[in-house]
């Protein structure tokens, strides 16, 4: 009996009781507030009693209140078993062979009703039989390294990524992807591309927005073309390959230490920031729009340096930040803190007194702009100019994600700070530019006629 009522309890179990209706059953349901039909999901056995689940016919799922319930009619049942079909991959000989190495997300999943967790397909034969298109872009194989949220990504994991990526570019893989949550992905991919240097293959990043459950979901799309990219783009460095405009036209391939998410929602999130994409990509072709990236070469030579200091810190400044904060750091043993500073690169004067004494206990103190587009410019203001003289360094156009990761690595190799200054001032993988392109900073606000016009004839 209990399992005709698969994770259901107190008033949602009595209601279903109540009108003998199954999980699994299409139901139509008549409320307070409307009439519904679909099929009656499970429930996570960690949510609540108050709601019974639909999923409609439009593939979305809706939470009908039990309080609102008038009446339940059950007009079919057909018991449903979420689980990715499996098919053995087809290896075909010539074909480039691609490493796809799993570290959680919701790239090519399916639900748990049981908790409510996603579980992602992993194996080759889960990935083909969730996305058969893979089979016409590559031989794939699959290592599943972690299983984690974005945000409990770390120094650990991304040591972890380095020396395993340094493992397959020796045994001579054509192309390496990872499946990672979208969330912290720019910071994982900074990370990847000071640890990773010099690599002779596209090391592209992949996630989705939106779970392989749902009818809006960028997965297989952002699936396919990462393996692509993996398996026969020319760009042989990190790269985070996700949607392009919100719709299913194209993808775009960003470099990752100028890429930052964007948006808690839209499919679109990921953005270059100061500059533009690498490339284009859909099911049939990769379009370059810059020829400014390393380009994939037959050796195996590669630079691994998996380096992380854990204590350093990265400071969104506001008005009235008080002093106690850096002080704090300090005093907890930090050795570096990077600030996201207001306009060129300033804070108030009441922090003056702790950043002189954190310099003068060796901490290595960096300023970036909260404005994320733009140049570092202390040398324009008196604020500036006094703080540089207190022993703050300014670091360009570094995004502050990319300049804390950047630092954490510079600090993991060496305590002598003019090593640091240099490591840090010296461009590696794009963090630093000369200049951000004209078409480097684009943000259209709805409502103008001209961007009106533009989303009417184009798109978002």
């Not at 989705?208 to 459950?213: F, N, P, V």
């Not at 072709?285 to 854990?310: C, G």
Request: net charge neutral; with cysteine; aromatic share 8%.
């Amino acid at each position: 009996m209990a399992d005709m009522f698969k994770g259901y309890k107190g008033k949602a179990l009595g209601k279903l009781k109540e009108f003998q209706i199954r999980v699994w059953s299409q139901a139509a349901i008549k409320t307070s507030r409307g009439d519904f039909k679909g099929i009656v999901l499970p429930r996570s056995e960690n949510d609540d009693d108050r709601h019974i689940v639909l999923k409609l016919a439009t593939g979305y799922n809706v939470g009908i209140a039990v309080d609102t319930i008038l009446d339940m009619t059950e007009e079919g049942f057909k018991e449903a078993h979420y689980k990715i079909p499996e098919k053995e991959f087809p290896m075909t000989p010539g074909m480039p062979n691609v490493k796809l190495f799993g570290t959680g997300g919701t790239i090519a999943s399916r639900l748990d009703y049981r908790t409510g967790a996603v579980i992602p397909a992993f194996s080759p034969g889960e990935l083909y039989g969730a996305v058969p298109e893979l089979a016409d872009i590559c031989n794939l194989t699959t290592e599943k390294l972690f299983a984690v949220f974005s945000e409990n990504m770390g120094p650990e994991q991304y040591k972890k990524l380095a020396v395993c990526i340094g493992k397959e570019i020796e045994k001579g893989i054509d192309g390496i992807f990872i499946g990672h949550g979208t969330d912290t992905m720019h910071h994982t991919a900074a990370a990847l591309a000071f640890m990773v240097q010099d690599a002779p293959i596209p090391i592209v990043m992949v996630g989705s927005q939106r779970s392989s459950d749902r009818p809006s979901s960028d997965a297989a799309l952002n699936l396919i073309h990462a393996t692509k990219a993996a398996a026969e783009s020319d760009i042989a460095e990190v790269i985070v390959c996700m949607f392009g405009p919100t719709s299913d036209e194209y993808g775009l391939l960003h470099r990752a230490t100028r890429v930052r998410k964007m948006h808690s929602s839209y499919r679109s999130t990921f953005r270059t920031v100061g500059d533009i994409p690498i490339a284009m990509i859909d099911r049939k072709k990769i379009t370059p729009l810059t020829n400014d990236y390393n380009h994939r070469r037959k050796d195996r030579n590669v630079k691994i340096l998996p380096y992380f200091e854990e204590k350093v810190s990265l400071l969104y400044y506001y008005p009235n930040m008080q002093p106690d904060i850096i002080d704090a750091l300090v005093d907890n043993g930090y050795k570096g803190i990077v600030i996201a500073g207001t306009g060129l690169g300033h804070v108030n004067k009441p922090v003056y007194p702790a950043i002189e004494r954190a310099t003068a206990k060796g901490v290595a103190i960096y300023m970036t702009v909260q404005t994320l587009w733009g140049y570092v410019h202390m040398f324009v203001y008196d604020t500036g100019r006094d703080l540089m003289a207190k022993g703050i360094i300014p670091l360009e156009n570094m995004l502050p994600e990319v300049a804390y990761i950047k630092l954490s690595w510079a600090l993991g190799q060496t305590n002598d700070l003019e090593k640091v200054k240099d490591l840090m001032l010296t461009p590696i993988c794009g963090e630093i530019t000369e200049r951000e392109p004209y078409n480097g900073y684009l943000i259209f606000q709805g409502g103008v006629p001209e961007v009106e016009e533009f989303l009417r004839t184009v798109h978002k």
